[in-house]
């Protein structure tokens, strides 16, 4: 089996509350190390993403993968397959300018939610990249966000 399934299935039973637990750990250590710790699950590369809270106003950051798109970057709203959308893709749908560290670069950014044959496209892309994705989305009955994060 890939690492990256090892890596979806452990997501999985670790369940919603282990991911939140354990991204509190890895954004203040991706960023004290630029990225160097963190940076990369099962061979795919992380960023830490910054939205403000829909109902709090308060700044959130989330570990998330990404897939470079240009000059752009590719993430997923799966939250590992749970029932319960990701709380930083409700706020980016709320409020889509957010703010991207990747290693020790940061830069503002405008969310968009793609639709239609771009998404297909870029589900596929990310799925190379990554393939729990896969594992992820046959696990909920939701449909999976996929969102381009444009440089403001």
Do not use: C
């Amino acid at each position: 089996m890939r690492t990256d399934r090892l890596a979806a299935r452990a997501s999985i039973a670790i369940g919603a509350g282990g991911l939140r637990a354990v991204g509190k750990l890895n954004v203040p250590l991706y960023r004290l190390s630029r990225g160097r710790l963190f940076g990369r699950v099962s061979g795919s590369p992380v960023l830490l993403l910054t939205t403000v809270g829909r109902r709090s106003g308060q700044r959130r950051t989330a570990p998330v993968l990404y897939m470079p798109h240009g000059d752009s970057y590719v993430v997923i709203g799966s939250n590992a397959g749970h029932a319960r959308t990701p709380a930083w893709s409700l706020n980016l749908k709320s409020q889509p300018d957010a703010e991207v560290q990747v290693g020790g670069r940061r830069l503002q950014v405008r969310a968009r939610v793609v639709e239609g044959d771009e998404r297909a496209r870029l589900w596929k892309a990310v799925n190379e990249q990554y393939r729990g994705f896969e594992d992820y989305e046959s696990r909920t009955d939701r449909k999976i966000a996929v969102f381009v994060l444009d440089p403001r």
